[in-house]
Structures are given as C-alpha cells and as structure tokens.
C-alpha cells in the first residue's frame, strides 16, 4: 500500500526514508513479446523460446528497457503525493541491469526517498530504486529516479 502525503511539506518529512516494498509482478512471454512488437527489439533471447531454452539463461528474457519500463506502475504503489496538479518524471541518473529477468519470474520495487530540493514551481524528488528478482541473488535493475511535483 502507497504511503499517502498530502502536500510537498509532508513529503519532505520524508526525505532520507524508505518507501517500502511494491507488490510483486510476473513478467510473462506476452509482455515481453508485446514489448519486443512496440519497440522492434525482437533478439532471440527475448522472442526465441526454443533458441533461448540452449542459450546463455535458459529461458527468455525480458528486455532491460522493459524491466526499465515496469519501474511506474510499481513505484505508484509505493508514493502518492496529493495536493500537487503535475507529476512528471524527469530522468535517470544512473541505471544498472546486475541480472536477467527470466520469463515467468515475478519482481518488485523497493524505493528510498534519497531527497527533495525546490525546483521552479516545485520540488524534484529523487529516489533510489531496486528492482527485485523474486528467489535471486542480484536484482533486475537499480537505479536512480527523478521526478517533478508541480503545485
């Protein structure tokens, strides 16, 4: 369940904290073709079922961008901040892929509220993110978001 603030004054109570845990998703052959058909990225290991099972994991995998991708829906379970008009995201300043997501493996979003500074009209938040592997040692991605808040 998403931590609730109401407004950039309770949000920066917040700065230096965790958000918790999303819950976690299956990433699925569809996905990850329907990914592959939106981004033309159709490379064996992510669409070739019989060519990946003898390759490098064993199964499909996902691609990274759409691990990347899967970030927002997981991340609106950990944050909701109300009382703002505008929400964008900003950027990435840093995006590590440490492990292939096989097909079929189930991740989840662990998110720390790194900071809040004043922007223009706003604040920008920036939060560090694993995304977590279910069972695996190294997760899918880490990385590190930026997003704006406009009153």
């Given at each position: ?17 965790d958000?918790?845990?999303s ?7 569809e ?5 592959a ?7 064996w ?7 990946a099972?003898?390759g490098p994991?064993g199964?499909t995998?996902?691609h990274?961008?759409?691990?990347l991708s899967?970030f ?8 909701d ?9 900003y950027g990435?300043?840093k995006?590590?892929?440490?492990s ?5 493996s189930?991740?989840r ?5 790194a ?20 069972g695996?040692?190294k997760?899918?991605?880490?990385l ?5 808040l406009?009153?």
């Amino acid at each position: 369940m998403a931590i609730t603030v109401n407004g950039v004054d309770d949000l920066r109570k917040l700065a230096g904290g965790d958000l918790g845990t999303s819950e976690w998703i299956e990433v699925t052959q569809e996905r990850i073709d329907t990914f592959a058909d939106a981004t033309g990225d159709h490379q064996w290991i992510h669409v070739d079922t019989e060519k990946a099972a003898q390759g490098p994991f064993g199964a499909t995998v996902a691609h990274g961008y759409l691990t990347l991708s899967l970030f927002i829906p997981l991340f609106t379970e950990l944050l909701d901040v109300r009382g703002v008009t505008t929400k964008v995201n900003y950027g990435l300043d840093k995006v590590r892929f440490p492990s292939p997501v096989r097909v079929g493996s189930r991740i989840r979003l662990v998110g720390r509220l790194a900071g809040v500074e004043d922007v223009p009209g706003g604040v920008q938040i920036t939060v560090d993110d694993t995304i977590e592997i279910e069972g695996a040692q190294k997760p899918a991605a880490e990385l590190r978001s930026l997003s704006r808040l406009y009153a």
